[in-house]
């Protein structure tokens, strides 16, 4: 009599009728099981210092390339290094039936450079302290590409009816310039149903968060040379130009330092106001200003209105000043005029700014104000929105309440993924957000970190995705960028 009764057709207690039990009964022995490796792997790839910007580490990408390949292969999917005009991608997974719907899951085993003082650790040293694993790198993004592939191989060891291929990308830091140019080339590598990228972030601890936008960003270099060496300012002070005034000139009139108002003629032209929708998802989203700042180690904030500080941070454009090089920087003063300067700068985008329009208004208003300035983009990244609802939605709330009892809270976010653009158009299928970082775990921050709780939970909650997934049918939702 029980043994005829089909395991798949039996109710999950925990989320109802959707999910079947037989998938389920070894889940949470797994995960524990799981976490010697996950930390062995995790421990792997962050202590190779995977930082797409410094040309210094070029060897190290495709040995981290290498290391992600042995990774997917051990634990039995397939695998493969796909060349690029750049850094290469990763890409593998179990695709074993063309008639099961496809899931793409999108992570970057790229990272930001490390050189802050305020580091405890050695950067690149995986340092394990009961929950909490050290490095960077460790929440951007190689910890939750982890826990996706973990959970990926259960559930293709458990009977989801789903085709699951990864792509790991070595060049999101510095905007996917090659991104396109790899999913081209990769062989076996089909238009999937839909993508999940797992590189987003909680509103706090406890507060999950899944984003159905996200910003662009506009990065430049502004360079100025005035002489051809360091010259005495008692010697040529007062006739000789200084780089680094007029580069801080140029920047004060690019934007409000006090209000953070860009000040570029034309800048806001194309932005949208804050629809009724997005209004409405932030104002329920939980987000707490305390909280943020908090989490972030702000000590001074331009605002404090909540609903103000959502929009700034998820719907509106900045003007960020990233670095400022030039000139004497040892103890003391050393009373010389420099040479060059050089500034690092760049501006977060929203519907429906164009990076590329963006770049052009912003290099004639820098020509005009000073017409020796040099300047230099370096990478243009639109800003995307999807529509909100749906089955894939639907999925991602399931998962996250499976994984870890609570449901996402749907806001945009204020950060920048080239390739989730790259994917929207090209395959015009649904990208969700099935983020695990936390803000406390430091996004490019001294001292970054992930946590066992948040990958643990994530295992779960990426098992139940693919089992949803891999259940919805018919045609879908697309997505829009702007
Ligand atoms: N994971 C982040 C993007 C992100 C940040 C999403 C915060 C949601 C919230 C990604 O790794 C990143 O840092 N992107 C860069 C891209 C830039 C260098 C072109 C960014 O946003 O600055
Ligand atoms: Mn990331
Ligand atoms: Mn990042």
């Given amino acids: ?251 004060a009139a690019c934007v409000d330092a006090k209000t953070g108002r860009v000040t570029i003629p034309g800048f806001y032209k194309s932005v949208r106001p804050l629809g009724k929708t997005d209004r409405a998802q932030f104002l329920r989203s939980g987000f707490q200003v305390k909280t943020f700042a908090a989490a972030h180690q702000l000590t001074k904030l331009r605002v404090r209105d909540r609903m103000e500080v959502m929009k700034r941070l998820w719907a509106e454009p900045t003007f960020e000043v990233h670095g400022f090089v030039g000139g004497y920087t040892g103890p003391g003063v050393k009373t010389s005029i420099p040479p060059r300067a050089e500034a690092k700068v760049s501006m977060r985008l929203v519907p429906a700014q164009d990076p590329a329009a963006i770049f052009r208004i912003f290099r004639a208003y820098v020509r005009k104000l000073n017409p020796d300035v040099h300047v230099e983009a370096h990478g243009m990244l639109r800003p995307y929105v999807a529509d909100l609802g749906g089955p894939y939605a639907e999925a991602v709330r399931k998962a ?33 957000f099935l983020g695990l970082s936390l803000p406390e775990h430091g996004y490019h921050a001294p001292n970054e970190r992930f946590d066992w709780g948040q990958a643990s939970g994530g295992m779960k909650a990426f098992v139940a995705y693919f089992d949803e997934v891999s259940r919805i049918t018919g045609k879908t939702q697309g997505s829009r960028t702007a």
């Fill in 1 to 251: 009599m029980f043994a005829q009764f089909r395991a798949d057709t039996q109710v999950c207690p925990y989320i109802g009728q959707s999910l079947r039990m037989s998938l389920y009964d070894s889940l949470d022995r797994y995960v524990e099981e799981s976490r010697p490796r996950f930390e062995e792997w995790l421990g792997r790839l962050v202590e190779i210092p995977t930082v797409s910007m410094d040309p210094a580490r070029r060897n190290d990408m495709w040995r981290g390339a290498e290391v992600a390949v042995g990774c997917l292969t051990s634990l039995g999917a397939q695998a493969t290094i796909v060349e690029t005009g750049g850094y290469p991608l990763v890409v593998g997974g179990w695709t074993q039936d063309p008639a099961w719907p496809t899931v793409t899951v999108y992570n970057h085993l790229d990272v930001q450079p490390a050189m802050e003082p305020e580091w405890t650790r050695e950067p690149f040293k995986f340092t394990v302290e009961g929950e909490h694993y050290h490095g960077r790198g460790a929440t951007d993004d190689k910890g939750p590409a982890l826990t996706a592939l973990l959970a990926a191989r259960y559930a293709a060891e458990h009977g989801v009816r789903l085709n699951i291929q990864f792509v790991w990308e070595l060049e999101e830091e510095i905007g996917s310039p090659h991104f396109a140019e790899g999913l081209a080339k990769a062989m076996n590598f089909r238009k999937p149903d839909s993508v999940v990228v797992s590189d987003t972030i909680w509103l706090a601890g406890g507060r999950p968060a899944a984003p159905y936008g996200l910003r662009g960003n506009l990065a430049a270099r502004l360079i100025l040379e005035t002489a051809r060496r360091e010259a005495h300012s008692g010697l040529t002070g007062g006739v000789a130009r200084n780089p680094l005034t007029e580069l801080a000139a140029v920047l």
């Fill in 400 to 432: 996250l309440r499976f994984g870890f009892g609570k449901e996402p809270a749907f806001i945009r976010e204020g950060g920048s993924i080239g390739a989730v653009v790259t994917m929207a158009k090209r395959w015009k299928v649904p990208v969700m």
